[in-house]
T-cell receptor, first 115, second 118 residues
Framework: DAGVIQSPRHEVTEMGQEVTLRCKPI?????LFWYRQTMMRGLELLIY????????DSGMPEDRFSAKMPNASFSTLKIQPSEPRDSAVYFC?????????????FGQGTRLTVV | AQKVTQAQTEISVVEKEDVTLDCVYE???????LFWYKQPPSGELVFLIR??????QNEISGRYSWNFQKSTSSFNFTITASQVVDSAVYFC???????????????FGTGTRLTIIP
């Protein structure tokens, strides 16, 4: 398996533009997580899905952020409009409820820079 | 509320030395899991270990070992005979046990940047 695949790896955009980050989880995994990593706040969980359904979005910073999972093999995290403070590395992770709390496998992240 | 504290921001050791990374956690859950992840310079997060709250046995995997002490809420990580390839940021994490879903909703520490000097 290729692991969790995120695209793009790097994104530079201007303030006010819409940004869409993409994630393909590991096949067969039924959980998908979006995390954000910044120097100031470290790694934070934004939202997670189970069987394509959003379960907890309490970590989503504000209404400018939205996430969807239209099917088991694809998820998006959208920021509209983007702001410089959204600059961070965004990680997608997936896992499988084979037993409780199995480990999450992370993608390589998308480094977002908003100028 | 859950919290993970990695008090050591940066550590540098000379190659072949042993090094211990500290992790202290806070949780009100009686059932929880602890994790260590490695983030090498390439940026991805690599899973190293998961330990559940009922298993306090120490674990060894090659040059890596973990010491889980529930009495002190600590889950420390030791690298024996360190190598340059061990240079990375290491994160300790705690999973919030969510009933019915039970999967990791990870709370991460701030990480320890480990540099191994050749």
């Amino acid at each position: 398996d290729a692991g969790v695949i995120q695209s793009p790896r790097h994104e530079v955009t201007e303030m006010g533009q819409e940004v869409t980050l993409r994630c393909k989880p590991i096949s067969g995994h039924d959980y998908l997580f979006w995390y954000r990593q910044t120097m100031m706040r470290g790694l934070e969980l934004l939202i997670y899905f189970n069987n394509n359904v959003p379960i907890d979005d309490s970590g989503m910073p504000e209404d400018r952020f939205s996430a969807k999972m239209p099917n088991a093999s694809f998820s998006t995290l959208k920021i509209q409009p983007s702001e410089p403070r959204d600059s961070a590395v965004y990680f997608c992770a997936s896992s499988w409820l084979g037993q409780p709390n199995t480990e999450a496998f992370f993608g390589q992240g998308t480094r977002l820079t908003v100028v | 509320a859950q919290k993970v504290t990695q008090a050591q921001t940066e550590i540098s050791v000379v190659e072949k030395e042993d090094v211990t990374l500290d992790c202290v956690y806070e949780t009100r859950d009686t059932t929880y899991y602890l994790f260590w992840y490695k983030q090498p310079p390439s940026g991805e997060l690599v899973f190293l270990i998961r330990r559940n709250s009922f298993d306090e046995q120490n674990e060894i995997s090659g040059r890596y070992s973990w010491n889980f002490q529930k009495s002190t809420s600590s889950f420390n990580f030791t690298i024996t005979a360190s190598q340059v390839v061990d240079s990375a940021v290491y994160f300790c994490a705690l999973s919030h046990f969510v009933s019915n879903f039970g999967n990791e909703k990870l709370t991460f520490g701030t990480g320890t940047r480990l540099t191994i000097i050749p």
